[in-house]
């Protein structure tokens, strides 16, 4: 698959590398992944989020929830060495990691398993430097006059 051309991106805005890096991720990732475990993206209000993950048959000790540089990152791993037999087995319990790519500022506040949903909240706070902010404009500053040839003679004529 081609990857696209973001060079005209890159000659007017500044600091839009992991967009790029994301939309490549995105069209050259693996097609082949697997939709275990299922989860839903929910948007609970302008800056507040959730994922929630159907994780039945993980137990809290067997899941782990990281986040480094922008990435969260789900990790289930069955510990328990059980045999049993099964007549037919529905649930399935293997192995899986689900990531999720956050957009900047968003941060994880929390997790909470509970009815074999593994709910993890997010929320989006843009610093106070990063938020519009109106500028004020002074009018007692030095205000440059134009001066006309007959006026800078007769200020010089002063001075003399």
Known sequence: MNSIDLSPLYRSSVGFDRLASLIDSALTGDTTTSGYPPYNIEV??????????AVAGFDQSELDIQVEKGVLTIHGK?????EREFLYQGIATREFERKFNLADYVEVTGADLSNGMLTINLVKEIPEAMKPKSIAINQGGKVLEHQTKDKVSSEKNKAA
């Open 44 to 53: 609970l209000d302008e800056n507040r989020y959730a994922i929630t993950v």
């Open 78 to 82: 069955r510990s328990s060495n059980e």
